[in-house]
């Protein structure tokens, strides 16, 4: 298991370089990269076709700072001197352990101050620069690809909160017993909790650029998958803690040519430190799983990624605005659905057993099934 990039790098390379880049976070920052690409991609084509348009918006320019932007670089300025100094000073600290070095109150003071004088002047000699005598109303086109960049903040905002929701709902005694750790730590995201607060704020952004729902939709269901595959190597290669029940079972002979950890695996150093102490091992990061477990993480990569690729064949033959992301609910429900079969999970004690995952994917499905009957019914094929 690699718990940071420096781990990794120390593996293939067999060279120490200490940075406070976790696996799991840069694997996700991943997922959002290749997300925003795919969207920004399907968003231009579908404009080029004719079924998006850009809009004309109208903006102020020339004016003088407002006190929000004086006050906001200041700010801004402030938190980068006061963190940034701090860790300079303080940088195997920081590598030890980056989120309670960042989440704590310590910092520079006087780096800042002085972050936020700089700040403050280059704003300032910005907005000079820019300034005119009399500040003058212009028109300006903006494409729908071009709030990608804007959408991909919102959605990351309010998806990791919302996963982090559904993750402290889903194991509501771990977050009882420690509700600081489970809110600050980067790792514990529940995947649907992000993808509904996240859809919810994106769409809510779309709609005030009058950005067609349906359209939108359809480009993001390919890239959704892509993210969610790709999120899941971030979870295979840290070890954090979403990996299957116990396997026990031996390697059946038609895998006899894959790695033993395809099949079972006991995610020695994982990001966690759960399980038992590793004989010899001394650090930060020595422990592994008593028992082999399914590798649940590494299959959703293969299967998201397949689905991707069927996604992304069908989006120019789909010509039912919205369908495209109803058929993606029910590949993600379907998905998910059986993995939570092998997969370890907080259950509610229902129906003989049921997991929050298993709930939302059925409702997914059911949602989907119900969206593409409806779709089809009034069927306006564009």
Known sequence: MYPTISHLLFDLFGINIPLPIQTFGFWVAIAFIAASWVISSELKRKEKEGLLSSIIIKEQIGLSLTPNEIISSIITGFIIGFKGIEALFNYA??????????????????????????????????????????????????HPFE???NMTMIAAVSGIIGAKIFHNLENIDAFLSDPIGQLISFSGLTFYGGLIAGAVSVIWYANKYKINTKHLID????????????????????????????NISPKPEWMSFLPDWMWSY?????????????????????????????PTAFYEVIMSLTIFGILWAMRKHIK???????????FNGVERFFIEKIRINTEYNILGGITQAEIISFSLILTAIIGLTLLYKGKKAI
Not at 222 to 240: E, F, N
Not at 320 to 330: D, T
């Open 93 to 142: 600290e920081l590598v030890n352990n980056p989120q309670a070095f960042i989440l704590s109150t310590r910092g520079h003071l006087l780096g800042g101050l002085i972050i936020a004088a700089i700040a403050y002047v280059l704003k300032w000699r910005e907005n000079k620069a820019q300034k005119l005598s009399t500040p003058k109303t212009i028109k300006k086109t903006v």
């Open 147 to 149: 709030l990608v960049g």
């Open 219 to 246: 480009s993001a269901a390919p890239a959704l998958m892509l993210a969610y595959g790709v999120g899941r190597i971030g979870c295979q290669m840290s070890g954090d803690g979403d990996w299957g029940i116990d």
């Open 266 to 294: 006991t995610f020695p150093h994982n990001v966690i430190n759960a399980g038992v102490p590793i004989e010899g091992c001394t650090g930060k990061f020595c422990m592994e799983l008593a028992n082999p477990v399914w």
């Open 320 to 330: 039912v605005p919205g369908a495209l992301f109803f058929i993606y609910l029910i």
